[in-house]
């Protein structure tokens, strides 16, 4: 049942072949076995078997609020929860509880939805691989599949357990893991440069970035409030499009989201692709692109071309600065956003009491880690009166410019672009760590932060597996708001490449010393 997608394990519930409670209970079960994942920063068990008993009257009422009524979900720990602590996976946030749900969380438990707990994540949503959150680092549950430990030959058992495992992609790697390791069904991220795609692709799992207003951000704890976007992960694409339709919409508390109503849409069955343009930017043929993700992104464009569609090389010609133009301004918004984490309304103080400033100070430098504090003061730099014409200024100039170029391929007639997500799939942690963050983001959104500049959405279908065993997805990247078409397209293609599901093999071991025991298998 719990490898089951949300929309059959919602029909199920509506039979009657399993409860709200009993579902929920082996969700949780399953966070305990699989804990050495760090997927979870917090789990709300007694809140979530409550929320699932409620269900469960509903149902046996034959009153259930809809499709997610008693369905488990978990929600990235950037989101404001009523009652259950928000950290943010900083010591600037520990053991803060916001007294209001997030929008977006809000109308996920009007829906009847489960909320079994909080996802760990970068520190406040700056980083590309879940490692950098004072929580520790999450692991890729694809780390423990047997796909994964057949192509992979460690020197010996140890480097096996403790050094071979690879990392989830972040920022939203709890949440993705959450959802590949069958723990929820579905999983809130969000997504600034590609924080849910790049997990979402390194983990097997279809990751969706709404079209920027589509979705309130009220709630969402802001690092970059002009591209910040919550994400759906599921495990399909007909999911993201049902989480989608209970989330879409105006928030009068976000001025942001869009004034019309949102129609909610149930994804067709494509048959007939002939009447679809796909276009293939040429400049995301990206200098570390792997070629076993090359010859996957030709392989899909043969795969529409084939089934009768339009396939076009286009350009997009400022692709080229984004990156760049896009460090500018993140760090420009972080060090504003970063601003109110003071010590003086909420969050940690320091004991530090020579003097306001001090306390400042102190409290700054003891609540955030060293990625944080460097996009700070990079923001800041960018931001000073001499520099704010030569770099911020520019920046907002050139993202134009990139987003322009959306508009004009668009305008060409291509309907959808085709990407790839990643330069190449999940690499070892021991691996990862050597380079520094920003050295690591820069490489690792350099396909996907364009979407968040020009505000389009876009979303990756898990597509194969590498020759290590590892999953690979590629991106598709829509016209603003239109995601009925993007999710249509997306649905068609995953049909076609059958993604192989995980299989999972669980140790029962506690984080700190992996014990060989035998493995339980969820496959």
Not at 372 to 377: A, E, P, Q, S, T
Not at 428 to 451: C, G, H, V, W
């Amino acid at each position: 049942m719990l490898r089951a997608s949300l929309c059959e394990v919602s029909a199920a519930l509506k039979e009657g072949r399993v409860t709200p409670t009993e579902l929920c209970q082996r969700c949780l079960s399953l966070i305990k076995s699989t804990k050495f994942l760090n997927a979870y920063i917090t789990v709300a068990e007694e809140t979530a078997l409550k929320q699932a008993e409620e269900s469960e009257t509903r149902y046996r009422r034959g009153q259930p609020l809809g499709v997610l009524d008693g369905i488990p979900i978990a929600v990235k720990d950037n989101f404001n929860t009523a009652g259950i602590e928000t950290t943010c996976a900083s010591n600037m946030l520990k053991g803060y509880i916001s007294p209001y749900n997030a929008t977006v969380v809000q109308k996920l438990l009007d829906q009847g939805a489960v909320l079994l707990g909080k996802t760990n994540l970068d520190e406040f949503a700056m980083g590309s691989g879940s490692t950098d959150g004072v929580f520790g680092p999450v692991r890729n549950p694809w780390s423990y599949s047997r796909q994964y430990r057949e192509k992979s030959v460690p020197k010996s058992r140890s480097e096996d357990e403790e050094s071979n495992w690879v990392i989830t992609g972040g920022s939203s790697g709890g949440s993705a893991a959450a959802v590949s390791s069958f723990t929820c069904f579905a999983a809130l991220g969000s997504d600034t440069g590609g924080s849910t795609r790049n997990p979402a692709a390194h983990c097997g799992v279809v990751g969706l970035k709404p079209t920027y207003g589509l979705i309130s951000r009220h709630g969402l704890i802001p690092l970059v409030n002009s591209m910040d976007v919550p994400g759906i992960l599921t495990r399909c694409v007909d999911d993201a499009a049902v989480v989608l339709g209970s989330l879409a919409g105006h928030d009068p508390k976000d001025s942001t989201t869009i004034q019309d109503n949102f129609k909610q849409f149930e994804l067709p069955n494509l048959t007939d692709v002939s009447k679809l343009s796909i276009g293939i930017p040429k400049e995301y043929h990206a200098p570390g692109l792997s070629s076993e993700i090359l010859a996957l992104w030709s392989k899909a464009a043969d795969l529409f071309k084939n089934a009768g569609a339009k396939v076009v090389e286009v350009s997009l010609p400022h692709t080229r600065y984004s990156i760049v133009c896009y460090h500018v301004l993140c760090t420009a918004e972080v060090a504003s956003n970063m601003a109110r984490f003071d010590g003086l309304e909420y969050g940690h103080r320091s004991d530090m009491n020579k003097s306001t400033e001090s306390m400042y100070a102190a409290t700054r430098r003891e609540g955030f880690n060293d990625v944080v504090r460097g996009r700070i003061l990079s923001g800041n730099y960018f931001l000073l009166k001499q520099n704010y014409e030569n770099y911020f200024i520019k920046a907002q100039k050139v993202r134009r410019l990139i987003a322009n170029d959306f508009v004009k391929v668009f305008g060409s007639g291509v309907d959808i672009l085709l990407t790839p997500t990643t330069l190449s799939d999940a690499v070892p942690y021991m691996e990862f760590i050597k380079e520094d963050n920003r050295t690591r983001s820069a490489q690792d959104d350099i396909l996907t932060q364009a979407a968040n500049m020009a505000g389009l959405p876009a979303i990756n279908v898990p597509t194969g597996l590498s020759e290590r065993g590892l999953p690979v997805g590629l991106q598709f990247i829509g016209q603003s708001f239109q995601e009925k078409q993007l999710l249509t397209v997306a649905k068609w293609f995953e049909k076609q490449v059958k993604f192989p599901m995980i299989q999972l093999e669980v140790k029962r071991h506690d984080h700190s010393a992996f014990q060989h025991q035998k493995p339980a298998f969820f496959s």
